[in-house]
């Protein structure tokens, strides 16, 4: 990737080499090894385009450090799942060695994992097998993590978000009852997820209630709450995929900027990401041109 990225690599080798000259045997304490390798932190360039669901590009330095071991450290890697410290490179890893291999292991241990390993783990799943259902085994497997992360005492975090794209993609009518806890009744993180989850599973009423938040007249002023509740429908619209939602998101390719601060909201650009994505059917929202929509809407 980047000079960075090499020079990462190259201390992660010179790690190995100085635990085999330290004289601790890989084979005797490949654990010790692994979490060595897992604790050099990830170079900080990240991909462009931005590709959530892919974060395991940032761990192949240690990917290839393990990989110099030329021993087989799914097991371990596993095995570190269930710890916070370790859980998220340890998943982001284990997909950068060999991603279909992982999907299978990862999936299995989703359940009973640490909630960062969840969050890497369902979000790696729904950006792989959005356009397209993938392996059954790994359907059926991330439905079942998933409805147990979401019948968990614990809601909170992103993976509960993750966990609810999942059952949107995996699941059923029969998941509507638990889908409907989320929505609506308190629990705004997730409110909006559980909506585009139960409109990608057939949900009419819950799909015309995305159209409409999409068909709101914006107020005077757009402040940073309200566009972040506009990028929130331009989400819910991206992951139903409903091509009905084009035209009432092209308005919004000329809405005001908001800002807090040093912080700015540019609701333009994410309505333009949620144009690209419906139209490509990709999922989540990458970077949009909202010129180029404006073009596009205008020609229509």
Known sequence: MSLRLGTTRKCLLALIVAV?????SVASDLQM?????????PPSKKPNPPCDGCEFVFW????DAIQALQVDAFPVLTEQLTDREYSFPAAGTMLALDRSRAFSVLLKAAPTADMNAQDMIFDAFTHDCFASACNPEWMALAHTAALSVLKAESWQGDNLKAALYVVGLTGNEDDFPLLEKFNGKGNKYASFVSEAALAKLGSQRDLENIKAKLQLPLPRHVGMMYAEELRNSFVEAAFVGNKDSLPLLCPHLSDPNASWGDTVAIPAEDAAAALEAISNKTFPLRFGDSKKWK???AAK
């Open 295 to 297: 073009l596009v809407c």
């Open 20 to 24: 085999f000259v330290s004289g601790v």
């Open 33 to 41: 090894t692994v979490r060595a390798i897992l604790k050099a932190p």
């Open 60 to 63: 192949q330095p240690q990917a």
